[in-house]
């Protein structure tokens, strides 16, 4: 039956059986195998897992996106009573992005580059509805205007490359939203977006889906953003569903043990783990074997038994009302407090750093900008942006310094700059004394050898020509320390010590999961036994399994070696479990710097309270009071103010002050600075807006 009004009364949306596999030059691969959920009028499900247990295959092929003779497809999915596996391929067209639509995870491939925003979101309008240009072009400014676009009338014009990340994001979720469809997908729609962008997004997500009895589907590796978006959670491993129940119930009462594990490795802001986060060793299952020998997750759990190995778990409810494939109905409700860790603790307990005072890494004045171009800025002309301006830090033996902040802020120049990888016009750069803007080309590179850089994205930043050993072994070779044998067992050493086993010496990196990567790239900045790792966000987009790992590793290799980090990230979360020290970097500047745990506990400046207040909180019982902020963006100009603080177009506490004078980077009478006007009136007006007592002081 078509008709959407007379099944009021069943699902919305029924998948029965579903299984995808890919076929492949190694074999069949089981990307999806036998996954079973219904999703109700009105209802929010996540699906969760890592990366590669079949979440997106699920969504794709909810719309009919895969196709061709290498793919597979089996089972019934029904939306609405029609089994859309059925369905002639006009009709599928029909319902695609009409009654069911998707966000994509990355919009910007998402996106037609030759076509203008405004033809990419009035598109569906026009085909599915109807709709006059002119009644399209009406209805696409509501839209923009309704995800937060500034000047959306403006923004009809634009190309998807004039836009940041976020307001992809939102054109995308304008685009999925303009035909009021009753089902929205949305896969990874905040993977890698600045907290506050991520927290603008789901409010976004949240918002439209009340005010259009929408059902939602999120497809997510982050148990935090599902907290507080989604009534009921499916998580999916190796292909399979292992557990399902309502959202509250999970994070309450984890069931399964890899429920369980996922929870126990999420860095929480909240509060700092006193030694290792919880790691889940080894790796998601090779999908192209069998996996009809027994439990796909019992080479990884720690309650496994004999039967495990032998006997396939199906999915079934439990006496508590909960679905779960596990042979054995454990009481894990109280697991998360236990303090399972697979690296020795006290072989990362931080060193004392009250007796090492001096610094062995200065950043003094530093101002690094770029002209029109996208160019290094040289006096030609007139800066178009100070990407580093005026900014210093010190560094101590041993220590970890985190440098939070949105991107754009200037985090990536700055350690750039700080290894010599990007000119600065102006200021010093301090290494054991030794200046290294003024040293010689040859100078230089002896000390490169005790600064390393830890790239973002690892795959871009190996060649991808050359093999794992000789990846790790370059460093080496460049600087006549070693070659051919010698260079083969140093590499095989180094690997050995991030934890990749020697069998991968002769692979190449696209041969490697995204966790083995970054630890091939950290293999490779550990080969010159370096004084000072940094390391530009090193754990984004990594599952938080593998995110555990790494970051477990870090502390432990600089435990061992005395490493002095600089840890650049926008996940606070992250950065607290790892740093002693924390910089807040705002448009080019440090607006905030003192101890770790008091600017998690005590924060001064608005931006770091309005980061902090964004991060979310992975558990659905906790209520979160978040300090609204625009984006750059989407700040208009006439709001900005050269003469003014930065950050004044989008504090809310903004006073005439800091529209007229920069504020400088003080002392509030201890170690720690700030660059706030009015940060004490901030922390003491008994009308600014508070965090609960639970996030706060937790």
């Not at 080496?476 to 991030?498: H, S, T, W």
């Not at 966000?537 to 490493?563: G, H, R, Y």
């Amino acid at each position: 039956m078509d008709s959407l009004s007379s099944m009021k009364d069943k699902s919305l949306l029924r998948v029965r059986g579903l299984h995808v596999n890919y076929r492949t030059e190694a074999g069949l691969l089981r990307a999806v195998n036998g996954v079973s959920f219904d999703i109700e009028r009105g209802e929010s499900v996540a699906i969760v897992g890592e990366s590669g247990c079949g979440k997106s295959s699920v969504a794709l092929s909810l719309l009919g996106l895969l196709s061709g003779r290498n793919i597979a497809i089996d089972g019934r999915i029904e939306f609405s009573g029609m089994d859309l596996r059925t369905l002639p391929r006009h009709r599928l067209q029909s319902i695609r992005g009409h009654k069911i639509a998707m966000v994509f995870q990355d919009p910007l491939t998402s996106l037609n580059p030759y076509l203008r925003v405004g033809t990419q979101i009035s598109e569906p309008m026009r085909y599915h509805l109807g709709f006059s240009k002119a009644e399209a072009r009406a209805h696409t400014i509501d839209l923009l205007h309704a995800v937060g676009i500034n000047d959306p009338a403006a923004s009809l014009k634009r190309f998807p490359h004039e836009f940041s990340g976020g307001m992809r994001q939102r054109t995308m979720i304008a685009a999925a939203l303009s035909c009021s469809p009753d089902l929205l997908v949305a896969d990874e729609p905040t993977t890698a977006l600045d907290v506050t962008v991520q927290a603008q997004i789901l409010d976004l997500i949240r918002r439209e889906r009340e005010r259009r009895e929408m059902s939602l589907i999120l497809i997510t590796h982050d148990l935090g953003v599902v907290a507080g978006l989604c009534d009921r959670v499916i998580v999916m491993y190796g292909g399979q569903v292992v557990e399902e129940s309502s959202a509250e119930q999970l994070y309450a009462e984890a069931c399964h043990p890899y429920t369980q594990s996922l929870l126990r490795a999420i860095p929480r802001y909240d509060f700092k783990h006193s030694g290792p986060l919880f790691s889940l060793d080894g790796q998601p299952p090779d999908l192209i074997e069998n996996l009809d020998g027994g439990c796909a997750f019992e080479p990884r759990c720690e309650f496994r038994k004999d039967k495990c190995v032998s006997e396939v778990p199906v999915l079934r409810l439990d006496s508590r009302g909960r679905k779960h494939r596990c042979l054995f109905e454990l009481d894990l409700g109280t697991g998360l407090n236990v303090t399972k860790c697979h690296v020795d603790e006290s072989s990362i307990l931080k060193a004392d750093l009250t007796d090492r005072p001096d610094a062995i890494l200065t950043v003094e004045g530093l101002e690094v900008s770029y002209d029109g171009s996208g160019g290094l800025w040289f006096g030609r002309r007139e800066p178009a942006v100070k990407a580093v301006n005026c900014v210093s830090l010190s560094l101590r033996k041993g220590e970890t310094l985190g440098l939070v902040g949105e991107s754009g802020c200037g985090k990536s120049t700055l350690a750039r700059a700080v290894v010599g990888l990007v000119g600065a016009q102006a200021g010093k750069v301090s290494f054991e004394g030794n200046d290294l803007l003024t040293l010689s080309t040859a100078a230089l590179r002896v000390v490169r050898r005790e600064i390393q850089l830890i790239f973002q994205d690892p795959r871009s930043s190996l060649n991808p020509r050359l093999k794992a050993w000789e990846l790790v072994s370059e460093p080496l070779v460049n600087f006549g320390l070693a070659k051919g044998a010698a260079a083969l067992r140093e590499a095989e050493r180094l690997m050995e010590l991030v934890g990749l086993d020697r069998s991968g010496l002769k692979r190449y990196p696209h041969e490697f999961s995204g966790g083995q990567c970054q630890r091939l790239g950290i293999a490779r900045a550990l080969a010159l036994n370096p004084k000072v790792l940094i390391c530009d966000e090193p754990v984004s987009s990594l599952d938080v399994s593998i995110q555990a790992q790494i970051l477990n590793l870090l502390m432990e290799l600089q435990a061992s070696f005395e490493l002095s980090l600089i840890f650049i990230s926008h996940d606070l979360s992250v950065v607290r479990q790892i740093s002693d020290r924390v910089a807040v970097m705002y448009q080019g500047r440090i607006v905030e710097s003192a101890d770790a745990e008091e600017i998690y506990q005590k924060p001064k400046h608005p931006y770091t309270r309005a980061l902090l207040s964004a991060i979310p909180i992975p558990d659905p019982t906790v209520p979160g009071i978040r300090c609204q902020l625009h984006s750059p963006e989407e700040t208009a100009v006439s709001d900005r103010s050269g003469d003014g603080c930065d950050f004044s177009p989008r504090c809310p506490w903004t006073r005439d002050r800091c529209r007229n004078e920069i504020p400088i980077l003080d002392h509030d009478g201890s170690e720690s600075q700030v660059a706030c006007f009015f940060w004490k009136q901030h922390t003491e007006d008994p009308t600014r807006p508070k965090y609960p007592e639970s996030i706060a002081h937790r």
